[in-house]
C-alpha cells in the first residue's frame, strides 16, 4: 500500500456525514387491539384441574383475551399501529422505521415487521422484530428513541403483538391459566426536549431454564411422537427474580431520569401477575397520586404486548393524564429486564 493511500482515506472518512441530532423524542400517540373473545377463569381451569379462585389468588387473573384464527400476530399489530397513527395525527407514509416485539409470532422468515409496515400502509419503511420476550416492548421503545435522537429517523412505530394462546399448553398447570392475546402499539416521534428517559436494561443468561420452551424448534418432526414446543415457566422461580429485580429496575431508570416516584403520574410494568405488580409498588414506595396499572385483571398476561395495552387503557378511561410520566418496566424469559420514564400522549 502507497504511503499516500491511507491518508486520501483519512480524508474521506473526514468527509462523512452523520445524520442531524434531535434533543429528545416522546411518544405521539397509543393504539390498541383486544381479540372479541373473552375468555373466562372457568374456561381454562378444567384442562388444569383447578378454580376460579385458585387462578385469582395465584395471579389475580379474572379474565383474557385468545384472537380468533384471522387474529394473526401480524394483523393485531397493524390493526394497533394504525389506531396509533391517528391518534398522533401521523400519515402512515411518514413512517420510517417499524420495529415488532414479540414472543409469539412463530415464522422465523421472513421476518414480521415488513408486513406490519405494508399493511399500515408504510410501505417503504424500515423494520424489524425485537426478540427480548415480555421486556420487549420496553427494548424497542429504548431503540426507538435512539434512533430519532441520533436522527436516523424520524417516526417509529413500536408494537408489541402477541398470540400467546398459540405457544401455551392448555393442560400446563404452570402457565395456561396465565396468558392473553393481543396487541399494543405507539408512534415515536421528535420533540424540543427529551418525552423518553434513559433507557436501564440489563439480562441473566445463566438462568435461561426459568422461562422457555420444552425443547427447541428444530426438534419438531424428528422423531414420530415429537409435538411442537410450548412454553414452560418455573413459577416460583420467576415470582423471586421478579420481585428482586423489578424495583431495582425501576429505581435505576427514576434514578437516571433525575426524577423521583412523587414526579409520577403512572406505574406501568409488565403485566406478568398481579402479585408481582402490587409488590414492586410497594416496595418503590409510590405515593398515592401514582396510578398503577393492573390491565392484567381482565387481559392476562399478553408478554411484549402488555405495556403498550396497559397504558392504552389507562388513557381510555382518563386514569391518568394526558403529558404525565409513566414508568414503564418489562422483564420475563432471558431473564432480560428493561426501563424507562416516558411523558405520555
Given at each position: 500500500?502507497?504511503?499516500g493511500?491511507p491518508?486520501?482515506?483519512?480524508?474521506?472518512?473526514?468527509?462523512?456525514?452523520?445524520?442531524?441530532?434531535v434533543?429528545g423524542?416522546?411518544?405521539?400517540?397509543?393504539?390498541?387491539h383486544r381479540?372479541?373473545r373473552?375468555v373466562g377463569n372457568?374456561?381454562v381451569a378444567?384442562?388444569?384441574?383447578s378454580?376460579d379462585?385458585?387462578?385469582?389468588?395465584?395471579s389475580?387473573?379474572?379474565?383474557r383475551?385468545?384472537?380468533a384464527?384471522d387474529?394473526?400476530v401480524?394483523?393485531m399489530a397493524?390493526?394497533?399501529s394504525?389506531?396509533?397513527?391517528?391518534?398522533?395525527?401521523?400519515?402512515p407514509?411518514?413512517?420510517?422505521?417499524?420495529?415488532?416485539?414479540?414472543?409469539?409470532h412463530?415464522?422465523?422468515?421472513p421476518?414480521?415487521?415488513?408486513?406490519?409496515?405494508?399493511?399500515?400502509?408504510?410501505?417503504?419503511?424500515g423494520?424489524?422484530?425485537?426478540?427480548?420476550?415480555?421486556a420487549?416492548?420496553c427494548?424497542?421503545?429504548?431503540?426507538a428513541?435512539?434512533?430519532?435522537r441520533s436522527?436516523?429517523?424520524k417516526?417509529v412505530?413500536?408494537v408489541?403483538?402477541?398470540?400467546m394462546?398459540d405457544?401455551?399448553?392448555p393442560?400446563d398447570?404452570?402457565t395456561a391459566?396465565l396468558?392473553?392475546?393481543?396487541?399494543?402499539?405507539?408512534?415515536v416521534g421528535?420533540?424540543?426536549?427529551?418525552g423518553i428517559?434513559?433507557v436501564?436494561w440489563g439480562?441473566?443468561?445463566g438462568?435461561?431454564?426459568?422461562?422457555?420452551h420444552?425443547?427447541?424448534?428444530?426438534a419438531?418432526?424428528?422423531?414420530a411422537?415429537?409435538?411442537?414446543?410450548?412454553?414452560?415457566?418455573?413459577g416460583p422461580a420467576?415470582?423471586?427474580?421478579?420481585v428482586?429485580?423489578?424495583?431495582?429496575?425501576a429505581?435505576?431508570a427514576?434514578?437516571a431520569?433525575g426524577?423521583t416516584?412523587?414526579?409520577?403520574?403512572?406505574?406501568?410494568?409488565?403485566?406478568?401477575n398481579?402479585?408481582?405488580?402490587?409488590?414492586a409498588?410497594a416496595a418503590l414506595?409510590l405515593?398515592?397520586?401514582?396510578v398503577?396499572?393492573?390491565?392484567?385483571v381482565h387481559?392476562?398476561?399478553?408478554?411484549?404486548?402488555s405495556?403498550p395495552l396497559?397504558?392504552?387503557?389507562?388513557?381510555?378511561?382518563g386514569?391518568?393524564?394526558?403529558?404525565?410520566?409513566a414508568?414503564?418496566?418489562g422483564?420475563?424469559?432471558g431473564?432480560a429486564?428493561a426501563a424507562q420514564?416516558?411523558?405520555?400522549?
Amino acid at each position: 500500500m502507497g504511503t499516500g493511500e491511507p491518508r486520501a482515506a483519512d480524508a474521506a472518512v473526514g468527509r462523512l456525514r452523520a445524520a442531524a441530532a434531535v434533543p429528545g423524542s416522546r411518544i405521539l400517540g397509543v393504539g390498541a387491539h383486544r381479540p372479541a373473545r373473552v375468555v373466562g377463569n372457568a374456561e381454562v381451569a378444567g384442562p388444569i384441574d383447578s378454580s376460579d379462585e385458585w387462578i385469582r389468588r395465584r395471579s389475580g387473573i379474572a379474565a383474557r383475551r385468545f384472537a380468533a384464527p384471522d387474529e394473526t400476530v401480524v394483523g393485531m399489530a397493524a390493526a394497533a399501529s394504525v389506531k396509533a397513527l391517528a391518534q398522533a395525527g401521523i400519515a402512515p407514509s411518514s413512517v420510517d422505521t417499524v420495529l415488532l416485539a414479540s414472543m409469539s409470532h412463530r415464522e422465523q422468515s421472513p421476518p414480521a415487521a415488513p408486513r406490519i409496515a405494508h399493511l399500515m400502509g408504510a410501505e417503504s419503511a424500515g423494520a424489524m422484530d425485537v426478540g427480548a420476550a415480555c421486556a420487549g416492548f420496553c427494548h424497542a421503545l429504548a431503540a426507538a428513541d435512539a434512533l430519532i435522537r441520533s436522527g436516523s429517523s424520524k417516526y417509529v412505530v413500536v408494537v408489541g403483538s402477541e398470540r400467546m394462546s398459540d405457544i401455551v399448553d392448555p393442560t400446563d398447570r404452570g402457565t395456561a391459566f396465565l396468558f392473553g392475546d393481543g396487541a399494543g402499539a405507539v408512534v415515536v416521534g421528535p420533540a424540543a426536549e427529551p418525552g423518553i428517559g434513559p433507557v436501564v436494561w440489563g439480562s441473566e443468561g445463566g438462568r435461561q431454564e426459568a422461562i422457555a420452551h420444552s425443547s427447541p424448534w428444530p426438534a419438531v418432526g424428528t422423531t414420530a411422537t415429537a409435538v411442537p414446543p410450548t412454553l414452560r415457566m418455573d413459577g416460583p422461580a420467576v415470582f423471586r427474580w421478579a420481585v428482586a429485580t423489578v424495583p431495582k429496575t425501576a429505581q435505576a431508570a427514576l434514578d437516571a431520569a433525575g426524577l423521583t416516584a412523587g414526579d409520577l403520574a403512572a406505574f406501568v410494568p409488565h403485566q406478568a401477575n398481579l402479585r408481582i405488580i402490587d409488590a414492586a409498588a410497594a416496595a418503590l414506595r409510590l405515593p398515592p397520586h401514582v396510578v398503577v396499572a393492573r390491565d392484567i385483571v381482565h387481559a392476562g398476561n399478553t408478554s411484549a404486548a402488555s405495556i403498550p395495552l396497559a397504558v392504552e387503557e389507562l388513557l381510555a378511561r382518563g386514569a391518568v393524564p394526558r403529558g404525565g410520566l409513566a414508568l414503564l418496566v418489562g422483564f420475563g424469559a432471558g431473564l432480560a429486564h428493561a426501563a424507562q420514564v416516558v411523558a405520555l400522549p
